[in-house]
């Protein structure tokens, strides 16, 4: 099984993504369009590269196109998915228990909405996915994965937020943060903003629930 990296076309901070490589081990890295600029000012070969190629600089793609070792997808424009689904997609086919994703947010809204419903996607298959940012990383509670534990050394976040994308979120329990829920049932159309800007209190906290589906937005201002 592979921890999979999916590099978008959208706004990446390279020295962000430096160290993030260093702190973490891919086994497959996954290529988006105009993420191809990003992956190699990182130095770092795909094994795929996927997209419809509107963003992405021909003479770069030409470069990669003569490597061993690397697969390139083509789409056409007029499709039914963005290129970041279709990426998902593959990463799923090749059996990744951990997908992160580097480029997801912060450039068109609808694009980083979209990228945060690929959190439910994956989730549903029983694939833990996080979009990553210097300024945010999100990740999903729900049937496949109920509770996760945070630790103050593994995290350069200082706000915690959690926020309902089911109509319900039932039995939300934190312990270790600065401000404890237990059993606390939260419902979009009464109490959606409840779980925004926490922070970690001790070295180590947990969130549990029962059922629902509960975005982990961990941030920085």
Known sequence: MNNTLIITGGTINIEFA???????????????D???????????????IVGDFDTVSPLLLYKYENMENVEIIRY????????????MQKAIEENSFSIH?????????????????????????????VLVSPKNRVRLLGDKRRSIILRREETPYKYISLVPISESVKSVTTTGMKYNVKNFDFYIDKNISMGVSNELKNDEAEIHIASGELLLIESND
């Open 18 to 32: 430096k160290k993030y490589l260093n702190e973490n081990e891919f086994t497959k890295i996954i290529a988006v």
């Open 34 to 48: 105009g993420g191809l600029h990003a992956a190699d000012k990182l130095a770092v070969i795909p094994d795929y």
């Open 76 to 87: 056409r424009p007029e499709k039914d998915f963005t290129d970041t689904y279709i990426a």
């Open 101 to 129: 994703i580097l480029g997801g947010m912060g450039g068109r809204f609808d694009h980083t909405l979209a990228n945060i419903q690929l959190l439910q996607y994956a989730l549903h298959k029983g694939i833990e996915a």
